[in-house]
């Protein structure tokens, strides 16, 4: 399967999917958004692959929605037309990448900003080189959001935080968004790649049913009372009790062994 704007490769156990417009900081379009969908699509179609890896090439993992494609203000209606040609495609991609049972690991190895920030918001867990930097910066140009940052941000960082980076437009750096909650390492840039195959390693350990169960729960915790919620942790591992790997971790906890997971 040949890509344009992306480059695709496994990587161990790994699917690692790199941005590849660095000459326009790997800015989104309607094709970088439908080959997202297309990688996943792999990914997720391969038992072997236990992990999905986003990244940029170049100094940007993602600098947002590229700008310069949507027109200038001499055709507003053109505007409309890209930006509504846009928006549902990216939606769908950054849709896919938080729903997927895989874990979805943001390498952040530069600028992350507008729909850069919102393409790391739809991934679990995030590692950012510490030279990374972290903004909305729609209002630095009189933009909104449009592929979830309004709603996920406030989830993940608390509104007063979202509301600051939002109306401001100022960029955060990494550790600053690590204590905010949005990036879970940050590490010299000259070891990002290392700290992400030793992450994918860590996952790839477990059970990838046991994985995706977790991913489900964790996606419903924010949306659900707190009875339904836990209601529904009962009912998931009620249901996963009778899974082959569970089963298998209790056998290798009971002898003092390293499981050896299927998937089942």
């Not at 989104?28 to 038992?47: C, I, M, N, S, V």
């Not at 209002?139 to 600051?164: D, E, F, Q, V, W």
Request: charge should be neutral; include cysteine.
């Amino acid at each position: 399967m040949s890509f344009e704007q992306i480059i695709v490769e496994r990587r161990g156990a790994a699917l690692w999917i790199t941005l590849n417009r660095p000459a326009a900081l790997n800015s989104l379009t309607p094709t970088l958004g439908r080959e997202l969908g297309r990688a996943l699509d792999l990914a997720e179609a391969d038992p072997a692959i236990r992990a999905v890896v986003l990244t940029g090439a170049g100094r940007a993992f993602c600098a947002g929605a590229d700008l310069i494609g949507i027109g200038s203000a001499a055709d507003g209606q053109a505007i409309a037309a890209r930006i509504a040609a846009l928006l549902p495609v990216i939606g769908r991609a950054f849709d896919r990448l938080e729903a997927s049972r895989l874990p979805v690991i943001a390498a952040v190895n530069g600028l992350a900003l507008a729909g850069g920030l919102e393409l790391v918001l739809c991934c679990d867990l995030v590692i950012a080189a510490d030279s990374a930097q972290f903004g909305d910066a729609h209002a630095n140009y009189g933009l909104l959001p449009g592929g979830g940052g309004s709603i996920r941000l406030p989830r993940k960082i608390g509104p007063t935080r979202a509301k600051y980076l939002m109306m401001t437009g100022t960029f955060a750096s990494a550790e600053e968004m690590r204590a905010a909650g949005l990036v879970n390492t940050v590490v010299p840039g000259d070891g990002l790649m290392e700290a992400t195959r030793d992450l994918v390693a860590a996952l790839a350990d477990k059970s990838a049913l046991g994985l995706a169960r977790m991913k489900e729960l964790v996606a419903a915790a924010t949306d659900l009372p707190l009875a339904e919620g836990l209601a529904r942790e009962i009912e998931v591992i009620t249901a996963y009790a009778g899974s082959a790997d569970m089963r298998e971790g209790l056998d290798a906890f009971r002898e003092k062994r390293k499981p050896r997971f299927t998937g089942r």
